[in-house]
């Protein structure tokens, strides 16, 4: 059975810091790993979809990596902006189930 | 616009009612899923269905029956509601076999009282 771990569990940080933020998965046969954005009392919104024969995505100030081998997922965050406060999320879909798990999430405030 | 659209937003209710939400997606996917956060904001699967298969998460009490017409909707069945289920409920969808990403509605808030 996967199990999606999120470390760390909350972060604040000041304006104009770069971000990592750590994603762990028991069960390497993954088919994806996705990373979420949620923001207080709404939906997911799709950040970045690393595919299992990929090692990387990027979009604007976002990256993330994936590294099967060792069941690790990290979301770089350059240059952190006050709108980036929200929690992020991670899901990994495993072989044969085609049902993602999540963690339980990095809630993140970037103050001013 | 191209998205998975849920109703209501809101919906508080009494204990011991039956209960529908309503998920349509207009992406092309043929799997869509219902989602449950509690309030800890941990999201926890409920049901995965495509026209082949319904996958359900054996913890989900048999109150909480999935409906679909047809692939664009799935619809969340919920009879003699609990406090317990107070949470926010998601719909999600995808392209079957994997690999392909999802996407998600933008949750409705179930509230027992």
Known sequence: KQEVTQIPAALSVPEGENLVLNCSFTDSAIYNLQWFRQDPGKGLTSLLLIQSSQREQTSGRLNASLDKSSGRSTLYIAASQPGDSATYLCAAESGGSYIPTFGRGTSLIVHP | ?113
Not at chain 2, 26 to 43: A, I
Not at chain 2, 80 to 85: A, F, K, N, V
């Open chain 2, 1 to 113: 616009d191209t998205a998975v659209s849920q109703t209501p937003k809101y919906l508080v209710t009494q204990m011991g009612n039956d209960k529908s939400i309503k998920c349509e997606q207009n992406l092309g996917h043929d799997t869509m899923y219902w989602y449950k956060q509690d309030s800890k904001k941990f999201l926890k699967i409920m049901f995965s269905y495509n026209n082949k298969e319904l996958i359900i998460n054996e913890t989900v009490p048999n109150r909480f029956s999935p409906k679909s017409p047809d692939k664009a909707h799935l619809n969340l069945h919920i009879n003699s509601l609990e406090l317990g289920d107070s949470a926010v409920y998601f719909c999600a969808s995808s392209e079957t076999g994997g690999g392909y990403g999802y996407t998600f509605g933008s949750g409705t808030r179930l509230t027992v009282v």
